[in-house]
């Protein structure tokens, strides 16, 4: 058996051409694509990856720093083509990504699943992502009901990837002082 050579790269606009067209299969069926248009090839480029086994994209990952709340990162899609599931791509795309975040500040990823994508729970259950708590439960998942309007509900992920810490300039000593805050989030162990 031959191994390939993994890497990964930076999304660019040409992946939309590559990707769009793959989704709603690599999501078994279901017509997602819609949900991801050119515009996170275009705008999201540093925080979006590409997994490369030789010269063939295997897995993707969308993803950028909340606009509202810098310390936190938001997960919009990850996806790895069907032939090449549970070899690690996923968490190889996740890890990246968390350092990326990190070195931009950011103390917390978050993500979402419709509660029918099973697969998509029990690997951000492996990667170490808590269920936070919502307002329903749909097959004993905890679900923010119509979070993504009438009818769909959310399970709402939320990782904690560093204690979240901020520089201060001490006026006395004018030395650099590290600061650290814990925001607590109201969540249930997932594990
Ligand atoms: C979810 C998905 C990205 C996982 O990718 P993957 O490359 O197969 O995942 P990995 O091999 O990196 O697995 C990481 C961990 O999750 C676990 N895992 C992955 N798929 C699993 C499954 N179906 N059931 C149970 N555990 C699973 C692995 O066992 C592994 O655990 P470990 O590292 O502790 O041993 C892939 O299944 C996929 O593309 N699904 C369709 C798209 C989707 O639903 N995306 C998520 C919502 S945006």
Redesign the pocket.
Known sequence: MTSSLISIRHLDSRDFDVISPLIDD???GRPVRALLPRLFFEHFQSTSFALMADVNLT?FLVGFRSQTAPSVAY??????S?E?????????LYEHFFKVVTALGCTEVH?I?PPV????V??HR??GFELLAGNGEVSGYPVHLDHGGPGQHRILFSKQIAVSSSLKTNKRSDSLVATTEVHPLPSINAE
């Open positions: 690599w999501w078994g897995g997960v919009h899609f990850i996806g790895v069907p090449t599931r549970t070899r690690g791509y996923g968490r190889v993500a699943t994508n099973e697969t998509s029990r690997f492996r990667l």
